[in-house]
């Protein structure tokens, strides 16, 4: 209880430091980096200790760590997104790895680190993803039905959209995008790709307009969520990642996820819970589990305040959950 109660008196005085621009302001134009000094605070990072981001994006979040960091520390940074290799600082305690998190423990391997003192992972969309117009994952711009996060894969939304049955095209936009008339939806793509393939934004929205329900705005954003996360595997990821945090972590590392969706959420809490993507089963013979090898620090997410909720509202719907090994 003692390591919560640490987490939330951080968090109160965090309430104080917020009211300030300087959490708020955006270090590049890149991305403006969600719960930093939540994010910070949990990972109570050592001198020298050695940690990942794995999200590292604009780079918000590892800066800050650097800053916490001694001349002997070390920060490895992971992400598929070449566009995010412009922004890593001149920095010799800096890893660089330009590839999914999901690599994760194959990567901190090559690089010779076994086990880390702490993993911070941000799985939002930076925002230079939705305002560059060509990646394909604003619905504000027309362009290729693209949304890949890593460049290098073959799938695309325009894949996914031409390729799925009207069963998979269902459940996709039900689970991911919580779409109320999802059966609908699946069904009128499965028609209109037979008259032409979709190929861009603009087609797409001007081919489903018919069954857009409520505010336009919000369904297609509905919609593109869960196209993004199915072309990503991001659940998928998240779960690979998830499993290989505990062999990586040493004792007393912190794992801090910030999640944007409640399917995230879900995943990331029932794995501090329970040490395991699934809850494993009591043992036949005698009714006992394995231990968990993970103290939960935050029995409930740490949330933006409305200070940073006004200043960047693409954080409103973040979660910040941390643990700990044992």
């Known amino acids: 209880m003692s390591e919560a109660k640490n987490i939330i008196e951080v968090r109160s005085t965090n309430q104080l430091i917020n009211q300030s621009i300087e959490i708020n302001e955006p270090i590049t134009n890149y991305h403006t980096p969600v719960l930093l000094n939540e994010a910070i605070a949990a990972l109570s990072i050592k001198e020298d200790g050695v940690y990942v981001d794995c999200t590292f994006g604009g780079g918000g979040h590892s800066r800050e760590i650097l800053k916490h960091l001694g001349a002997n520390g070390k920060l490895i940074v992971f992400d598929q997104d070449e566009d995010a290799k412009m922004n890593v600082p001149a920095d010799e305690r800096v890893i660089f790895v330009p590839q999914n998190f999901r690599h994760l423990q194959r990567f901190l391997r090559l690089h010779k680190h076994t086990q880390v003192d702490g993993i911070l992972a941000d799985l939002g969309v930076s925002s230079h993803q939705f305002d560059t117009a060509e990646r394909g994952f604003s619905t ?18 325009a894949t996914v959209l031409n390729t799925y049955n009207e069963l998979q095209l269902h459940k996709l936009f039900e689970k991911y995008g919580e779409v109320t008339n999802s059966k609908t939806l699946a069904k009128t793509i499965i028609e209109q790709r037979i008259i032409k393939p979709f190929t861009t934004i603009n087609t797409f929205k001007q081919s489903i307009a018919a069954v857009v329900k409520g505010n336009p ?83 409930k997410p740490i949330v933006p305040t409305v200070a940073e909720q006004k200043l960047n509202t693409r954080s409103r719907s973040a979660k910040l959950r941390v643990a700990q090994k044992k």
């Open 140 to 157: 504000r711009f027309d362009a290729s039905l693209d949304m890949r996060m890593d460049s290098r894969q073959k799938a695309t939304a």
């Open 217 to 299: 705005n919000k369904y297609l954003a509905q919609v593109f969520q869960a196209l993004r996360i199915e072309v990503n595997e991001e659940m998928k990821v998240l779960e690979e990642m998830l499993t290989q945090t505990i062999p990586i972590l040493k004792e007393e590392g912190r794992v801090a996820i910030i999640t944007f969706h409640s399917l995230e959420d879900r995943i990331v809490k029932n794995f501090f819970k329970h040490g395991a993507i699934i809850e494993q089963e009591a043992d036949d013979v005698y009714g006992t589990k394995a231990e968990n090898p993970l103290l939960t620090i935050t029995k």
